[in-house]
């Protein structure tokens, strides 16, 4: 299950990350697809992103910067990559904080088969119908991740990434929270939209699900703390971080990995 072997194959089959994203994160998530070893293309436009999706080894749907005219594109680069088989993974920026968000969001779980959704507590939350405070993009207030992450997966019937100081995984079979990670983090915009796209990167090489979703949450919160190591501000923590990102292995990832929970779910 916990397959760390997925870090190499990252590496070895550079799988192409076709990325419908927000604005705040596009030099961020790419600069963070190639430390890894993976190739990424941010293609938005509704004329070409069938065809991108169709090339491609994993989808990022991301709706932090959203337009109306992005949601259909969506929709169509989803639509396209089912019929190929293709992962897709939705990272529901911001969700609740408007009334367009929320509407978006649903139409893109009715109309896409989801491989897994990535998002913060508060996000997540609005998902599973929990009731929480979402005014932009960041979490706030406690909230059990654990309950959220079950909540959405059942309601859903879609795999769930829930993000915090904890990181919740949950399909249908597992229940998985790990403790890796620093708080530097949160102080660094896209650390969250980056993680859904290495999610996708590692979906695209990974046999299950759920491994994928382990190996890369796992991985990518390692390599923050092996960053945060060496500096103490977000500036140089972000440059830290994606030089982790190229450089930290499998070896590395047995010696710091914290899996505090794991039952059936
Ligand atoms: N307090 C924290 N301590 C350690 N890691 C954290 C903390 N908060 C968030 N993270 C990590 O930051 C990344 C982004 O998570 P999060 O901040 O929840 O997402 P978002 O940026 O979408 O709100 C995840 O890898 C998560 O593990
Ligand atoms: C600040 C902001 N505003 C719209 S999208 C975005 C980036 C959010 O990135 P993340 O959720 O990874 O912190
Ligand atoms: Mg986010």
Same mark, same amino acid.
């Given at each position: 299950m916990n397959n760390l072997t997925l870090i190499q194959a990252v590496k070895d089959q550079k799988p192409l990350v076709h990325n419908i994203t927000n604005q705040v994160v596009m030099n961020f998530s790419a600069n963070g697809l190639y430390a890894i070893g993976a190739q990424p293309v941010m293609a938005h436009a509704r004329e070409e992103v069938v065809e991108m999706a169709s090339n491609a080894n994993a989808l990022v749907l991301n709706i932090g910067t959203l337009t109306g005219e992005l949601v259909d594109s969506m929709i169509l680069a989803g639509q396209a990559a089912n019929k190929k088989g293709t992962p897709v993974v939705l990272?529901? *920026? /911001? *969700? /609740?904080?408007t009334h367009f968000r929320t509407e978006a969001a649903k139409r893109i779980i009715d109309t896409v088969q989801l491989t897994a959704i990535r998002g913060n507590a508060g996000e997540i939350s609005q998902l599973a119908g929990i009731d929480a405070e979402v005014r932009g993009v960041d979490a706030t207030g406690e909230i059990d991740r654990i309950e959220v992450a079950k909540k959405a997966q059942r309601e859903l019937d879609i795999p769930i990434i829930v993000t915090g100081e904890t990181d919740v995984i949950v399909t249908e079979e597992k229940c998985l929270e790990l403790n890796n990670g620093t708080p530097l983090m949160t102080q660094v915009t896209g650390t969250g939209c980056l993680l859904t796209a290495v999610v996708a990167a590692f979906l695209s090489v990974s046999e299950t699900t759920l491994d994928g979703l382990v190996a890369a949450v796992s991985f990518y919160t390692i390599a923050a703390e092996v960053a945060a190591q060496t500096v103490t501000s977000p500036g140089s923590f972000q440059v830290a971080f994606l030089d982790a990102l190229s450089e930290v292995g499998i070896d590395d990832c047995q010696k710091r990995l914290q899996i505090i929970r794991e039952e059936r779910s």
């Open positions: 990272d529901p *920026v /911001g *969700v /609740g904080a």
